[in-house]
């Protein structure tokens, strides 16, 4: 990540709650993706389709948006097998403590004016702004 880009930022921004907007009013349902995902192996014959869709759409944005000849990054930098599974157990002991996860909290919850969500916002921010503090100024990275 380098550089103010707020007109990139903005749209993805209106597209993200956009779309989180048509899936509430759609079909009641909330665009957090722990619950989608979470949901996907118990929903009933017909809750699973949408999710499904939900998912793809996810997973063919970036493509779409690269084919469109938007700049696409290379990826994630290296980490080692443990920290990544590391990572993502304590990201999802995370979601099933806090009841969601990040798109889930900040972006539909916060739109509901939730207070559980804007707790658990707050809390993930500010983990995130000690965690990058740590990394750059106490670790040295």
């Known amino acids: 990540m380098s550089g103010l880009t707020p007109i990139p930022a ?17 079909l009641g349902r909330i ?3 722990s619950g989608v995902v979470g949901g996907l192996m118990t929903a009933a014959r017909g809750d699973r389709a ?11 944005a970036p493509a779409l948006y690269g084919w469109a000849g938007g700049p696409v990054p290379a990826g994630a930098p ?6 990544v599974i590391g990572g993502g157990l304590l990201v ?8 969601g996860c990040t798109s889930g ?11 559980r969500s804007a707790a658990a916002t707050l809390v993930f921010m500010a983990t995130a702004a000690l965690t990058v ?5 106490i670790l040295g990275g």
């Open 133 to 137: 503090f740590l990394h750059h100024h």
């Open 78 to 83: 290296p980490a080692s097998p443990a920290l």
């Open 92 to 99: 999802g002991l995370g979601t099933r403590l806090g009841g």
């Open 31 to 33: 665009a957090g993706i």
């Open 50 to 60: 949408w999710r499904l869709a939900f998912l793809a759409g996810l997973m063919a």
């Open 105 to 115: 909290h900040g972006v539909c919850g916060l739109a509901r004016l939730s207070r």
């Open 10 to 26: 903005l749209a993805g921004g209106a597209l993200i709650g956009g779309a989180a907007a048509l899936l509430w009013l759609g």
